[in-house]
């Protein structure tokens, strides 16, 4: 298949467009809706799958050019090899999505019973997860690797409608994600090792601070790690504002990093309700460490 006979291009998308007939998606469709609360039948389901399905086909282009002879080798190699790299693809999302969406966009298995429970439980495998997503574009993106370009996927998806997802790819693997329309999150760009040491140094430290807070118990304990917690927190926030070029959206230090974060703030909500004494005692520990810091 010559790929300069199916697309044409448009300046408006700075892009080759087209269409593309790819198998692999036979089990996706949107078969539900659902939030925190509600698990129901999709308003408006997707059409069954019995073969290939037709997606919209994105060829990057910002000067016109025609598609590269790399963005051409990725095209072949997708349309050679579509079910594994579906599959890599789909099985990359339903772990993000699992991790990122289900506590937040669908209801907890024990709210439910009966039909319901049982859908449930099948959403938290990969064919039930296909049922929450819908494949509709593939864009071939300008930047390669080793002669072939990497390809992201996007999704419509029921947990969440506004965003969706995309999956970025390179061959049979799938690399990182993203809303759908933001290329899969872009290619992984090349860490130095002095940089890699700096990201590790930085998760190290707030892991260290998330072990003090949650030792953090009565009035005694907080008075006790008041003092190391406020170093830890000096030298979190230092390296917060020497890394946060770092920590790009999605990358995956920045997945690493962020339930971290979020488990520190539940343990300070956690000291606030339980012990109201210990993290008014810390709080003022700590600004008064914060102000002589910055005094000197």
């Not at 319901?116 to 993106?141: H, M, S, W």
């Not at 990182?176 to 990201?199: C, F, K, M």
């Not at 971290?260 to 210990?278: N, T, V």
Request: include cysteine.
């Amino acid at each position: 298949m010559n790929i300069i006979d199916e697309v044409n291009y448009d300046p408006e998308y700075e892009a080759w467009l087209g269409k593309v007939d790819l198998s692999g998606f036979e089990s996706c469709g949107i078969m539900w809706d659902c939030d925190a609360d509600y698990l129901s039948e999709a308003s408006e389901k997707s059409e069954p799958n019995n073969g290939s399905v037709t997606l919209q086909l994105q060829i990057e282009s910002v000067d016109g050019k025609p598609p590269t002879k790399e963005q051409e080798a990725a095209f072949e190699y997708l349309c050679a090899n579509a079910n594994p790299i579906v599959k890599a693809a789909l099985k990359y999302a339903f772990q993000q999505c699992k991790s990122a969406y289900y506590s937040e966009s669908l209801p907890e298995l024990s709210s439910l019973d009966g039909e319901k429970r049982a859908i449930r439980k099948r959403l938290n495998t990969l064919d039930g997860f296909c049922e929450l997503v819908e494949p509709n574009t593939v864009t071939i993106l300008a930047e390669h690797k080793n002669k072939v370009s990497y390809i992201a996927f996007d999704f419509r998806t029921s947990l969440d409608y506004e965003h969706g997802i995309s999956i970025l790819t390179h061959r049979r693997k799938a690399l990182n994600w993203a809303g759908a329309g933001e290329r899969g999150g872009g290619p992984p760009e090349t860490v130095s090792q002095e940089d890699q040491e700096l990201i590790k140094k930085c998760i190290d430290c707030e892991e260290h601070y998330l072990e003090l807070v949650t030792k953090v118990i009565d009035l005694e304990s907080a008075e006790r790690l008041a003092a190391d917690i406020a170093n830890v927190e000096y030298e979190s926030k230092a390296l917060i504002n020497q890394t946060f070029l770092l920590f790009t959206p999605n990358s995956p230090q920045a997945q690493k990093r962020s339930p971290i974060l979020g488990q520190r703030f539940s343990e300070f909500q956690r000291i606030w309700k339980d012990c109201p004494q210990a993290a008014q005692h810390l709080n003022l520990y700590l600004s008064e460490c914060t102000a002589w810091k910055n005094s000197r």
